[in-house]
């Protein structure tokens, strides 16, 4: 029944690539269509799990703050309560947000801040694809360095609108987030760069200036709100994207001029003005001035009070956007989506002030914090609402990652899911409808320093090396390995589900955990990529072959095709009509996408290059590795990689997408051996025996 159900699922998605061609070439202004809901990714900064009331906050003794509206939010859609960042740290997990790639294939890992997210398949050129107006609210931080001074749009590589947003308020460098008030100067900074003003650009204009007194969550919110009436008013039958993302709590833990205003939506809360110097309605009073009567009397520190009061306003913006869209009459067909970038911080930004997370156990009943991939840094306070189409009261504890929300997005916007994206649709998590297919939750990271010695915490994790570390979900356990020196080190195993505080370590305790970690250390090289700017241990082992016998396997492939144009290569089970090639050399049928799952029979271990050309677009993946991306943006030029590889059989999957109009459509794929290079012959190719 399970498979048969993940069949109906996927020949849904391949019904919508025959419609997809139509709702391109209809235009992005017309091809709108009611049924497909707005999407609102509210995104915060360092906000740990535990953070939220229903999570932690609620149930806990003693010092605790309050997010009602949030708790409001959870009780009328899904709490995803094992929903994980792919980093924690912020620009690699908004990097692999934004391109629907986990951290094996995303070109932003590590610490990468401000370089340039790769110029591919994004959220908004998704969304755009499906009609929809796409607009970044916020922080970004992935621009890239200009090529010329000063800098701006026109010259850094990956600014918004150059990936796929049509419109961009917001700031553009990752520590321009750091300072909470970009129109003033703030005397209690421990540095200069976190005493200035800060750049605000909203498209090709900066308008810092401008934004006296404006704190940034009241800002964002406002021209949030402003934005989405305004579409409306202009377009009202067109769905939009948006993501706004908020620099608070992490930073400064700076506080607003004066209280919430009263009421919220469209004539309550937060208002965008339009005035130089008053530009929203609470840009009046003393910067930096306002606790949160809640928390006001408590006897608790200053930086406690900032932060629970920073918390609280990020409440208020999430509960004013949400009765924007009741009060516009579109809250039943609007999906939005809460989550945080990673785990909590313990930064303050404040002279000689410095704020620690155990003041609220903002990680909840777990170990780690930011920079951790122990449970505390990696899993992440989110959960979605959709009145419409997610049940009140949902708990979805399926784990799941920021890349599969390309896929999700795209299933709730009628077009097909990108070939290169690593991730798969929540919509029954979401909705409880379907059957989940499970994603690939995998992290890889690498940061000096230490897990901090806070009492909560396990007493050998207390100053624990970070270092390089990797993180992969797999027969529903976590295999974690953090200080990685060696490439064949061996994972810590948990059950993370019954076991959040990562306390039993089961590596070792059974034939069946020594087995598990084994295929952990094959698996995490079956599916990434190297990225030479973020070296790992583990990079220059040979990829493993997969887990068949050359009993089990047919010689050729077996092609089939799906008729429909897509504007990507779409990702595609496979099943259609099948066609008679059985090379990687062939012509392939037009207006169509073509399709192989196969075996390539690597004859001894080494290093292998692999070449492509083809008159249409294509992806190829080894194993769950992106072997070629021969899509976005391609011309027909040929595109070649190398990659080690063990002898055996490996799996390939071949998806090519031929245009209509293709006159000799072609596909060629090439392999170079000890420095000869020859078409991959059909002795190499192989296909599942049709008995299995």
């Given at each position: 029944m399970?498979?048969?159900?993940?069949?109906?699922?996927?020949?849904?998605?391949?019904?919508?690539?025959?419609?997809?061609?139509?709702?391109?070439?209809?235009?992005?202004?017309?091809?709108?269509?009611?049924?497909?809901?707005?999407?609102?990714?509210?995104?915060?900064?360092?906000?740990?799990?535990?953070?939220?009331?229903?999570?932690?906050?609620?149930?806990?003794?003693?010092?605790?703050?309050?997010?009602?509206?949030?708790?409001?939010?959870?009780q009328e859609g899904v709490r995803m309560l094992r929903h994980y960042c792919p980093a924690p740290v912020c620009a690699p997990s908004r990097s692999s947000l934004l391109s629907g790639l986990h951290q094996g294939?995303?070109?932003?890992?590590?610490?990468?801040?401000?370089?340039?997210?790769?110029?591919?398949?994004?959220?908004?050129?998704?969304?755009?694809?499906?009609?929809?107006?796409?607009?970044?609210?916020?922080?970004?931080?992935?621009?890239?360095?200009?090529?010329?001074?000063?800098?701006?749009?026109?010259?850094?590589?990956?600014?918004?609108?150059?990936?796929?947003?049509?419109?961009?308020?917001?700031?553009?460098?990752?520590?321009?987030?750091?300072?909470?008030?970009?129109?003033?100067?703030?005397?209690?900074?421990?540095s200069e760069a976190h005493q200035t003003p800060k750049e605000i650009w909203h498209n090709d204009q900066e308008v810092a200036a401008k934004l006296d007194k404006c704190f940034t969550t009241d800002l964002f919110t406002a021209f949030a709100k402003k934005w989405i009436v305004d579409h409306r008013k202009a377009s009202p039958e067109r769905p939009f994207f948006m993501y706004l993302a908020h620099d608070t709590p992490h930073g400064a833990l700076q506080?607003?001029?004066?209280?919430?205003?009263?009421?919220?939506?469209?004539?309550?809360?937060?208002?965008?003005?339009?005035?130089?110097?008053?530009?929203?309605?609470?840009?009046?009073?003393?910067?930096?001035?306002?606790?949160?009567?809640?928390?006001?009397?408590?006897?608790?520190?200053?930086?406690?009070?900032?932060?629970?009061?920073?918390?609280?306003?990020?409440?208020?913006?999430?509960?004013?956007?949400?009765?924007?869209?009741?009060?516009?009459?579109?809250?039943?067909?609007?999906?939005?989506?809460?989550?945080?970038?990673?785990?909590?911080?313990?930064?303050?930004?404040?002279?000689?002030?410095?704020?620690?997370?155990?003041?609220?156990?903002?990680?909840?009943?777990?170990?780690?914090?930011?920079?951790?991939?122990?449970?505390?840094?990696?899993?992440?306070?989110?959960?979605?609402?959709?009145?419409?189409?997610?049940?009140?009261?949902?708990?979805?504890?399926?784990?799941?990652?920021?890349?599969?929300?390309?896929?999700t997005f795209a299933e709730v916007a009628g077009v097909p899911v990108p070939a290169l994206s690593d991730g798969v649709s929540l919509v029954p998590q979401l909705t409880g409808k379907g059957t989940p297919i499970d994603s690939t939750v995998y992290i890889e990271y690498s940061v000096g320093g230490a897990t901090p010695n806070y009492a909560d915490f396990m007493p050998d994790r207390q100053g624990c090396k970070r270092g390089q570390a990797q993180v992969l979900f797999l027969d529903g356990y976590k295999g974690v390995r953090v200080n990685i020196e060696d490439p064949d080190q061996d994972f810590e195993i948990y059950e993370v589900n019954a076991d959040p505080g990562e306390r039993h370590n089961l590596a070792g305790t059974s034939s069946q955990f020594v087995s598990l970690n084994q295929r952990l250390k094959e698996r995490v090289l079956q599916l990434r990529r190297v990225e030479m700017s973020a070296k790992r241990p583990y990079d220059g082992l040979a990829v493993p072959a997969g887990e068949i016998g050359t009993g089990e396997v047919v010689s050729g492939l077996q092609w089939n095709s799906v008729k429909g144009n897509s504007p990507w290569v779409p990702q595609v089970t496979g099943r259609g009509d099948p066609f008679g090639s059985t090379t990687l050399t062939t012509k392939l049928p037009t207006g169509a996408t073509s399709v192989c799952h196969g075996f390539l029979k690597v004859p001894s271990d080494g290093d292998y290059m692999f070449h492509l050309r083809t008159t249409g677009k294509a992806v190829v993946h080894l194993h769950q590795a992106i072997l070629i991306d021969a899509d976005y943006g391609y011309k027909g030029e040929e595109r070649e990689t190398t990659i080690p590889l063990k002898a055996g059989l490996h799996p390939i999957t071949v998806k090519v997408t031929m245009p209509a109009e293709d006159l000799n459509p072609t596909l060629s794929v090439d392999w170079t051996i000890d420095g000869t290079r020859s078409p991959i012959p059909d002795t190499a190719l192989f296909s599942k025996s049709a008995s299995l």
């Open positions: 399970k498979a048969m159900n993940r069949f109906a699922r996927k020949a849904t998605l391949l019904l919508l690539i025959v419609l997809s061609h139509a709702v391109t070439q209809a235009g992005a202004e017309n091809a709108a269509t009611p049924a497909r809901p707005n999407i609102i990714f509210f995104f915060v900064d360092d906000m740990g799990w535990g953070d939220l009331g229903t999570n932690f906050q609620n149930g806990k003794d003693g010092k605790k703050h309050r997010t009602p509206e949030l708790d409001r939010m959870a294939h995303a070109n932003v890992r590590d610490n990468q801040f401000d370089k340039a997210l790769a110029d591919n398949h994004t959220l908004a050129t998704v969304l755009n694809g499906a009609g929809y107006r796409s607009v970044l609210v916020g922080k970004y931080g992935l621009q890239g360095q200009s090529t010329a001074q000063p800098e701006g749009p026109a010259n850094w590589p990956a600014y918004p609108t150059k990936r796929g947003f049509s419109e961009f308020f917001g700031y553009v460098r990752h520590r321009d987030g750091h300072q909470h008030y970009p129109g003033n100067s703030w005397p209690l900074g421990d506080l607003a001029t004066g209280p919430y205003p009263e009421g919220r939506g469209l004539n309550g809360g937060v208002q965008w003005l339009g005035e130089d110097g008053k530009m929203i309605n609470t840009a009046t009073g003393e910067i930096d001035s306002y606790i949160h009567p809640d928390y006001a009397n408590e006897e608790w520190s200053n930086v406690e009070k900032r932060f629970a009061s920073s918390i609280r306003r990020i409440d208020n913006s999430l509960g004013d956007i949400l009765q924007l869209l009741r009060d516009l009459g579109i809250a039943e067909n609007s999906l939005v989506v809460f989550s945080s970038d990673n785990g909590p911080h313990n930064e303050s930004y404040i002279t000689d002030v410095r704020h620690d997370p155990t003041s609220f156990k903002s990680y909840g009943p777990m170990d780690g914090m930011k920079r951790d991939v122990w449970e505390g840094g990696i899993r992440v306070p989110t959960q979605a609402w959709w009145p419409s189409a997610i049940p009140a009261g949902r708990e979805d504890r399926q784990p799941s990652q920021f890349h599969d929300w390309m896929a």
